[in-house]
Each structure stands twice: as structure tokens, then as C-alpha cells.
């Protein structure tokens, strides 16, 4: 999995628009708007999130609309899985623990 995406993800205003373009698909106006920055600055950040594979663009008249590429995201997803599995078996641990000190 390439590290690409982490880092592109390593600046909440990014987030911010990926959390915008998950309820579809927005042209750039809608994102400032949302987001309250300048136009030039939600394009830089359009332009890593593309570079990162982690959204697309289109051309829509005198709109460019983008949207959400899910597919870097399901590679992040399986990346984190081990993890999850590794904090779901600490939570077991520490729930046993507890349910130990209590019955003692």
C-alpha cells in the first residue's frame, strides 16, 4: 500500500472535503463554500487528494466536478484491518481484567 494516501490524508482540511464528496459528487464552488476557504487553496488540496488516487475529476461544462475514488480507500481499509483485530483482542484482555478485579 503506498504511503501516498496517508499523507494526503495528514491535512484535515483534506478530510474535510473527502467527508464533503462522500455525500457525492461537488464541483469546486460548493467545496469553498463548505470548507470557507479560498478557491486557490481548496484546488491545491483537490490537486494532492487527485495526485493520491483518492478522488477524480470530470468536466461538466464550465464546472469541474469531483468525487470520492473508493478503491484507495478500501487499500487503506485493509491496511488498518490487522489493527483492528489487534485493539479488538487488547479490548478483550482488559475487559477480562476488569471482570477479574471485580469478582475479587
Known amino acids: 500500500m503506498s504511503t501516498t494516501a ?15 464528496l462522500r455525500g457525492g459528487e461537488q464541483p469546486v464552488g460548493r467545496l469553498v463554500e463548505r470548507l470557507g476557504l479560498s478557491q486557490p487553496a481548496v484546488s491545491k488540496h483537490l490537486r494532492v487528494l487527485k495526485e493520491a488516487g483518492l478522488v477524480e475529476s470530470r468536466i461538466d461544462a464550465q464546472r469541474r466536478m469531483y468525487r470520492v475514488c473508493t478503491q484507495p480507500l478500501a487499500e487503506l481499509d485493509d491496511w488498518l484491518e ?5 485493539w479488538g483482542r487488547r479490548l478483550d484482555d482488559l475487559e477480562e481484567h476488569l471482570e477479574r478485579r471485580r469478582n475479587t
Request: hydrophobic fraction near 40%; proline fraction near 10%.
Open 82 to 86: 490487522p489493527y483492528r483485530r489487534l
Open 6 to 20: 496517508f499523507k494526503a490524508l495528514g491535512e484535515p482540511h483534506r478530510v474535510e472535503i473527502l467527508e464533503a
